[in-house]
């Protein structure tokens, strides 16, 4: 028997009265896995993440996680999950430790070495009032308080969002430790270097429907991205025609511009036969990689 996801939902709907939530929302995560959730502003990604945890309740369909109703039994569902919400609201007046140990005996007892060690690995100051806090601080005690459980799933809304790299670093790296210990992990992110880092799957949601999920490595090989070499002297614009996923190559003096779908490979090679000052290579941005897929139009 296939072993059972840790999510899994069917014709998740929401609706706000007159306003969309999301749709028919139907996908499976399974353990071990870092699942992506991206879409842009206003897809749908945080009312999913609410309708898992339970905090709002479905107009129709429905979610489980480890096999349990989120609905029925969201309790035990509770237990088992890590959560960070989007928009993150802590008691402003604590301090960060207080309300650590707060949480943690809510959840029946936290392994109090565990915050520590989670606090210095993000360099989080614990003793400080809350309110006190820059909002990236505040994101770390979100974190914190996620994390502390060691739970088998986290459900992450927009983790590293307003946190600087070293700390994003940090973070992707607490993640797929997680991972290695079996645990699961469904995040929901704008940042795309992020999401090709860490999942291993990633769904698109787009105007509150799941418009695909795709392995990340496929996802990659479709993205696009704008190339700039620069060379040492002017170089023939033939040495770059027809190479395999090369687009719209122009040649200005010493400078060429291209677009490549997935692998650099074939220009690479071509710009080595000539001397080369610099390489840019400009990521695509998520709408870049939508336009990619769908042309600007419907799902396929
Ligand atoms: N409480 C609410 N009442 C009415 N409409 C809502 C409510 N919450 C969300 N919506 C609407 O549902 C849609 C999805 O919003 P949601 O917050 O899930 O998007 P998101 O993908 O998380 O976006 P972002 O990337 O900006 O965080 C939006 O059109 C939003 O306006
Ligand atoms: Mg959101």
Redesign the pocket.
């Known amino acids: 028997m296939a072993e059972q996801p840790v999510i899994q939902t069917r014709q998740l709907t929401?609706s706000?009265?007159r306003?969309?939530?999301?749709e028919d929302v139907t996908f499976d995560v399974t353990r071990g896995e870092v699942f992506g959730f991206l879409?842009?502003?206003?897809?749908?990604?945080?009312?999913?993440?609410?309708l898992l945890m339970d905090l709002?309740r479905p107009t129709a369909g429905a979610a489980w996680i480890f096999g349990l109703d989120v609905r029925a039994q969201g309790l035990e569902v509770r237990r088992r999950v890590g959560y960070l919400p989007?928009e993150l609201r802590l008691y402003e007046g604590m301090r960060s430790e207080d309300l650590l140990r707060y949480l943690g005996h809510l959840r029946g007892g936290v392994g109090w070495a565990e915050v520590k060690r989670l606090a210095d690995r993000l360099g989080a100051d614990l003793d400080r009032r809350i309110g006190e806090l820059s909002s990236g601080n505040k994101q770390k005690v979100g974190l914190i308080q996620a994390l502390m459980h060691r739970p088998d799933l986290l459900i992450l809304?927009?983790p590293t969002a307003g946190l600087d790299p070293l700390i994003q670093h940090e973070i992707h790296a607490l993640l797929s430790e997680a991972v290695a210990d079996g645990r699961s992990v469904f995040l929901?992110s704008?940042i795309l270097p992020e999401v090709e880092a860490l999942c291993h799957r990633v769904g698109i949601?787009r105007e509150?429907r799941l418009v695909a999920v795709e392995e990340i490595d496929a996802l990659k090989a479709r993205a696009l991205r704008r190339l700039e070499i620069q060379f040492a002297t002017a170089v023939p614009p033939a040495a770059f025609a027809n190479l395999a996923g090369v687009q719209d190559v122009s040649t200005q003096d010493s400078v060429v511009r291209c677009t490549v779908v997935g692998s650099l490979d074939a220009v690479i090679k071509a710009a080595a036969r000539f001397e080369v000052v610099n390489v840019v290579s400009h990521e695509p941005g998520l709408e870049e990689i939508f336009l990619a897929y769908y042309g600007g139009t419907d799902a396929p």
């Open positions: 929401k706000y009265g306003h969309r939530g999301i879409g842009p502003n206003g897809a749908g990604k945080t009312t999913t993440i609410r709002i989007g809304d927009e929901s704008h949601i509150g």
